[in-house]
């Protein structure tokens, strides 16, 4: 009988690769998602369940219809500007949506959980690459919400038997190598598709958010880490916890950084288009630079980046923001 693994925020960008992935690999990911930015579109893999985070019924009816073996939570706002404009927006979704996660788990005897972080828990880094065990002070509400969420997971770990891994993603890059899903955010303000919509001609000049910064090139540094590596962590930890492990985080990057204008040049020579730049202000809550140490992650559960080169990750992109109408 095939395993029933609930995917919260599975329309969405980083979820929808993950059911893929647990797809092929003989599980049924049920998708639970608002779909308030997830698109029902990119559910292909089993079956959606519309419902929000907030509605504690509505999760225990899902729970009790599927009884699923894990849950792999990647409901969130992630929208670090909006994060500062509008706080309330974020603490009521991803804390108080999270907080009814779990307590819903505990009503249900749901006792495994994947939860997605964010580098942005770390807030500006004192040392890089980034350890686990670095110090967790992040500089906006989205990272603030991230961090809250991970304590409340540590203490509902040790009071009520729960088992957690949790993500800390870095940046989260590239579309699916078959083309069928990929990055679809509205608004989009991600890096990486403004770039080749730029491209594209879609728009009309790409921003690079400050040249002053204290890199090689002025230009801020990100660690870049494919779709389909951030999937298989996920599964990666799904079968951990299956075979009896306990709480733990993970930091998932590929350990190596680009800048924002080597960006653009690796993406001309992908594209092989010109992209015209303009030189803009620094966007507020920019840490200079952010690499990932994920040694923890390879060492324990043997997951290691195999898409996570620029060209793929670039390529990979262009082909899907190239179908994008
Ligand atoms: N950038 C530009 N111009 C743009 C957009 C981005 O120069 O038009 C720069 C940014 O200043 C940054 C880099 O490109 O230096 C990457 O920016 P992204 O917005 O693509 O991603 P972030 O580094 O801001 O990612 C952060 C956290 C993630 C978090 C995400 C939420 O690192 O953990 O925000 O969207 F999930």
Request: aromatic residues 10%.
């Amino acid at each position: 009988m095939s395993k029933n693994v609930l995917v919260i925020g599975g329309a969405g960008y980083i979820g929808s690769h993950t059911c893929k992935k647990l797809q092929q690999l003989g599980y049924t990911p049920i998708v639970y998602d608002n779909l308030v930015h997830g698109h029902k579109s990119s559910v292909k893999w089993g079956p959606i369940e519309v419902g929000d985070l907030l509605d504690f019924d509505r999760l225990s009816e899902v729970f009790g219809k599927y009884k699923p073996i894990s849950i792999i939570h990647f409901a969130a706002y992630a929208y670090v500007g909006e994060s500062v404009l509008d706080p309330s927006k974020y603490y009521r979704n991803n804390v108080v949506g999270s907080l009814n996660l779990l307590d819903a788990m505990r009503v249900n005897k749901i006792k495994s959980l994947i939860f997605s972080s964010s580098c942005a828990t770390y807030g500006i880094p004192t040392r890089v690459p980034i350890t686990e065990d670095a110090p967790q002070i992040p500089i906006n509400p989205y990272g603030t919400t991230k961090l809250t969420v991970e304590k409340m997971i540590n203490d509902f770990s040790h009071a009520y038997d729960l088992d957690c891994v949790v993500l800390r993603y870095f940046n989260a890059a590239g579309a699916d190598l078959d083309g069928e899903i990929g990055e679809n955010h509205l608004p989009e303000t991600h890096v990486i598709p403004l770039i080749l919509q730029t491209a594209l001609k879609k728009r009309e000049h790409f921003y690079i958010f400050g040249n002053d910064y204290d890199t090689p090139d002025g230009t801020c540094i990100r660690d870049y880490v494919h779709v389909e590596d951030l999937a298989q962590a996920h599964i990666s930890s799904l079968k951990y916890l299956e075979g009896g492990g306990s709480s733990t985080q993970y930091n998932i990057g590929n350990g190596s950084g680009y800048s924002v204008r080597e960006l653009v040049t690796e993406a001309e020579r992908v594209t092989q288009e010109e992209i015209s730049l303009v030189i803009a202000e620094r966007r507020v809550g920019d840490p200079a630079i952010l690499i990932s140490d994920s040694q923890k992650i390879k060492n324990e559960l043997g997951w290691q980046p195999e898409y996570s080169d620029i060209n793929t990750i670039l390529e990979t992109s262009w082909r899907w923001q190239k179908g994008l109408i």
